[in-house]
């Protein structure tokens, strides 16, 4: 068996590749697209991933992690993938899903922060602003979705909410007995 990236087809019409051999090689051939031409796979190939990586969380994935996953390129296509998934796996800690907070920080790839920073959360501000409220309750707001999300999303692990959040385990500690949720 062999395999190749190349179009070996125009290879061989271009002269680049041997004409003869190329049909030694092609008697069956079988083109899989790439993971840019089908996103459906990603979520599907990155929850086989991690169950093969950390069986015991049974593929779960949360939601921001997924959307990042989705907004990723993948130059390096499936194998790129299984990498990363099997990093995300080695940072996770506890139980629960694997988080965006699980992906290491040399992974995160150019500005995945453009999907929020328009539309609804643009939208709401703006409402928020038309309606009176100030910066700092807005600043408060979103910190308070923040810490909900992070801490639904790791299903109360707080060491797993702290890392999606960047803050200290102590801090959401600290958050939680002032009562926050």
Same mark, same amino acid.
């Given at each position: 068996?062999?395999?190749?990236?190349?179009?070996?087809?125009?290879?061989?019409?271009?002269?680049?590749?041997?004409?003869?051999?190329?049909?030694?090689?092609?008697?069956?051939?079988?083109?899989?697209?790439?993971?840019?031409?089908?996103?459906?796979?990603?979520?599907?190939?990155?929850?086989?991933?991690?169950?093969?990586?950390?069986?015991?969380?049974?593929?779960?994935?949360?939601?921001?992690?997924?959307?990042?996953?989705?907004?990723?390129?993948?130059?390096?296509?499936?194998?790129?993938?299984? !990498?990363?998934?099997?990093?995300?796996?080695?940072?996770?800690?506890?139980?629960?899903?694997?988080?965006?907070?699980?992906?290491?920080?040399?992974?995160? !790839?150019?500005?995945?922060?453009?999907?929020?920073?328009?539309?609804?959360?643009?939208?709401?501000?703006?409402?928020?602003?038309?309606?009176?409220?100030?910066?700092?309750?807005?600043?408060?707001?979103?910190?308070?979705?923040?810490?909900?999300?992070?801490?639904?999303?790791?299903?109360?692990?707080?060491?797993?909410?702290?890392?999606?959040?960047?803050?200290?385990?102590?801090?959401? !500690?600290?958050?939680?007995? !002032?009562?926050?949720?």
């Amino acid at each position: 068996m062999t395999a190749t990236n190349r179009d070996l087809v125009s290879d061989v019409a271009g002269g680049r590749f041997r004409c003869d051999l190329y049909h030694r090689l092609a008697s069956w051939v079988c083109r899989i697209p790439p993971l840019r031409e089908r996103p459906d796979d990603i979520v599907r190939l990155a929850r086989h991933f991690a169950a093969e990586f950390r069986p015991e969380l049974d593929g779960e994935l949360g939601e921001t992690l997924r959307a990042y996953l989705l907004a990723r390129p993948y130059a390096g296509n499936v194998r790129e993938l299984r !990498q990363l998934m099997f990093r995300i796996c080695c940072r996770h800690v506890g139980p629960g899903p694997l988080s965006i907070g699980d992906v290491p920080e040399d992974e995160r !790839q150019g500005d995945h922060t453009a999907a929020w920073h328009a539309g609804g959360f643009e939208h709401a501000i703006r409402c928020a602003l038309a309606g009176g409220t100030g910066l700092k309750e807005i600043g408060r707001r979103a910190e308070d979705i923040a810490y909900r999300i992070a801490v639904e999303e790791a299903e109360g692990n707080l060491q797993q909410a702290a890392r999606t959040l960047r803050v200290t385990d102590r801090a959401l !500690q600290m958050r939680r007995a !002032q009562g926050g949720r």
